[in-house]
T-cell receptor
Framework: KAGVTQTPRYLIKTRGQQVTLSCSPI?????VSWYQQTPGQGLQFLFE???????NKGNFPGRFSGRQFSNSRSEMNVSTLELGDSALYLC????????????FGEGSWLTVV | GESVGLHLPTLSVQEGDNSIINCAYS??????FIWYKQESGKGPQFIID?????DKRQGQRVTVLLNKTVKHLSLQIAATQPGDSAVYFC????????????FGQGTILTVHP
């Protein structure tokens, strides 16, 4: 069974631009969550989607948004990029029910210059 | 101002020793706890989880202990191998807060041959 797949793996963007990251969950998983990992703040929860609905949201500004498609694939978007948005963005998937194991992808490395 | 990187605790052991990694969690309402291993350049890899109605759970070469009285979690790795070298994170969550985990700062484990 393939794991959580994220694309692109690496990207460089300029301040003020926007970026879209993509995530394909493990087959059969209906929940996709996104995390940001930085040296300064560690791993922080962004949001979680299940059956195309956002069920949970972390404490990030509105520039960070996401969506989920009917096939459970998910995208997250960051608009008006700031230098501080440089981070590893991790996608995780699970079956979506109470206590299910959450599996992470390899992440997308975003550098904002 | 400038962001300051997290100063992660470190644990250095010899190959074949047993390792114990500790974690203090923050929310007394958390009822689900997970240990992840993250190697350089990769996403977090699931190791083992435990529900709040348990004190101990064993896996292959790993044991997780949960002390709810003092909000403490530990991961024991038996016969540590060089391939175990990585950053280890504990994460806590509510089984009803789908996909949302709060991560600890992590511990760097280095295993010397």
């Amino acid at each position: 069974k393939a794991g959580v797949t994220q694309t692109p793996r690496y990207l460089i963007k300029t301040r003020g631009q926007q970026v879209t990251l993509s995530c394909s969950p493990i087959s059969g998983h209906r929940s996709v969550s996104w995390y940001q990992q930085t040296p300064g703040q560690g791993l922080q929860f962004l949001f979680e989607y299940f059956s195309e609905t956002q069920r949970n949201k972390g404490n990030f500004p509105g520039r960070f948004s996401g969506r989920q498609f009917s096939n459970s694939r998910s995208e997250m978007n960051v608009s008006t990029l700031e230098l501080g948005d440089s981070a590893l963005y991790l996608c995780a998937s699970s079956e979506g029910f109470s206590g299910n194991t959450i599996y992470f992808g390899e992440g997308s490395w975003l550098t904002v210059v | 101002g400038e962001s300051v990187g997290l100063h992660l605790p470190t644990l250095s052991v010899q190959e074949g020793d047993n390792s114990i990694i500790n974690c203090a969690y923050s929310n007394s309402a958390s009822d689900y706890f997970i240990w992840y291993k993250q190697e350089s350049g990769k996403g977090p890899q699931f190791i083992i989880d435990i529900r709040s109605n348990m004190d101990k759970r064993q896996g292959q070469r790993v044991t997780v202990l949960l002390n709810k009285t003092v909000k403490h979690l530990s991961l024991q790795i038996a016969a540590t191998q060089p391939g175990d070298s990585a950053v280890y994170f504990c994460a806590e969550g509510l089984r009803t807060s789908y996909g949302k985990l709060t991560f600890g700062q992590g511990t760097i484990l280095t295993v010397h041959p």
